[in-house]
């Protein structure tokens, strides 16, 4: 990860994208066990980041994933928005703090990830986002391939559904949440999935 | 908006702003001007919603320097209003406390509490008495 400037607007087009194909099953997951607004509000996220992609690819790592979190959890809203703007800015500051650096950017995730579950005040098997990112975060830290990172990511999506929601809206239903994927866990494994694509692609990464 | 600083600043956050309107009718019935007071709620499309940056504009409209005291419905608007407060200069957060107490409850019997010119920790502590 030598440079910002060609790397990150191709991620944040990426991740636009994949979100924008997938609102509508998004809203359909949510409205299955919570509020029904996560489709347009990542929707309405990417949207914002992807307006300043070329701004953000011209800043320095580190601060370009702190504005992309700010970015986040102002215009996501819900209850996404913290948790997806926490995990950002949390790895732009642990990225500032540790310098440049390869595989530096895959340490920054397990505090970013905690901090995620004490900003939600979750843990694993909660049936909420956390947990795809603790087994992204498993599968980044064992080093492996991006496409195998993104097969755990959508597998632990998929175990979602078997399990009762403990946190978050669908929390509310007990019983009834059985049966259905976590929205959030939905959105954060299609978004793994998009960035691993991406990278497998990507000639320096 | 009233920005009496002499009192502690009541602010309600729901998803809905007619909810978060209507509890700051109430509370305003009940203490008038002497307490400042906000409310936020809803999205940028005119849906249900939350989000940090309209909670950080309420908390800094109601801001007073005995502190503000935050009423919240459900969960992203208590994890949004964290993150607002995280937003606000150190010296100010640490006078900004989210309330775990029922919202309309909550807030009415805070502002009364606040109104007497009580400290922030008790009005909170007044405040969450309703919670089980």
Known sequence: ?????????????????????NADHLGELDRAIGDGDHGTNMKRGSEAVYAERDQLGGLPLPEALEKIGMVLVTTIGG???????????????GLRAAGSGDGVLAETLPPAVAAVARRGRA???????????????QAVLKQSPPAEVAAYAM???????????????????????IGHMDPGACSCALLTGSICRFLEEFPSA | MNTNGANVGIVIVSHSPLIARGTADMVRQMVGDSVP??????????GLGTNARDILTAITSAWSEAGVAVFVDLGGAETNSE???????????????????????????AAAEASGGAALARVVATAEELSP
């Open chain 1, 1 to 21: 990860m030598r440079t910002s400037r060609p790397l990150l607007p191709g991620l944040i087009e990426a991740c636009h994208a994949v979100i924008v194909s």
């Open chain 2, 37 to 46: 007071l906000a409310w936020c709620g809803g999205n940028a499309e005119g």
């Open chain 1, 155 to 177: 597998s632990a999506a998929t175990d979602t559904i078997a399990m009762k929601a403990l946190r978050g809206r669908a929390s509310f239903l007990g019983d009834r949440s």
């Open chain 1, 79 to 93: 209850a996404a928005g913290p948790l997806y703007g926490t995990l950002l800015i949390e790895m732009g500051r």
């Open chain 2, 83 to 109: 993150m607002a407060i995280e937003m606000l200069e150190p010296a100010r957060a640490r006078r900004v406390l989210i309330c775990n107490a029922p919202i309309v409850e909550g807030a009415v019997m």
């Open chain 1, 123 to 137: 843990q694993a098997g909660d049936k909420t986002l956390l947990d795809v990112l603790y087994a992204v975060q």
